[in-house]
């Protein structure tokens, strides 16, 4: 069985930064592909970002230049850095993470963009 947790998530000022953390436990050999989705009141899922074990990596339009994805193989652990925050990026954000052929999701981090 796979854990993903994720941390990290808050109230923050537009234009403010927060540092999301996901964290994977249980039976894991390796990630390929770890993501970051999101959820926003009424909307659909979406892909924030994506990176592979290369470290390649992948970002939705509205994200680019401002969120930054990274992973820490040897602790199977992915963050998400966002900075310039906006109202729109107000969402639950989910860790999503490959493991061989099975996909495991978190059970999500409210991030909260207002002033």
């Known amino acids: 069985q796979v854990q993903l947790v994720e941390s990290g998530g808050g109230l923050v000022q537009p234009g403010g930064s927060l540092r999301l953390s996901c964290a994977a436990s249980?039976?894991?050999?390796?990630?390929?592909?770890m993501a970051w989705y999101r959820q926003a009141p009424g909307k659909e899922r979406e892909l924030v970002a994506l990176i592979n074990s290369a470290g390649g990596t992948n970002y939705a339009d509205s994200v680019k230049g401002r969120f930054t994805i990274s992973r820490d193989n040897p602790k199977n652990t992915g963050y998400l850095q966002m900075n310039s925050l906006k109202p729109e990026d107000t969402a639950i954000y989910y860790c999503n993470a490959w493991i061989r052929t099975t996909s495991y999701w978190g059970k999500g981090t409210l991030v909260t963009v207002s002033s």
């Open positions: 249980g039976s894991i050999n390796s990630i390929s592909v």
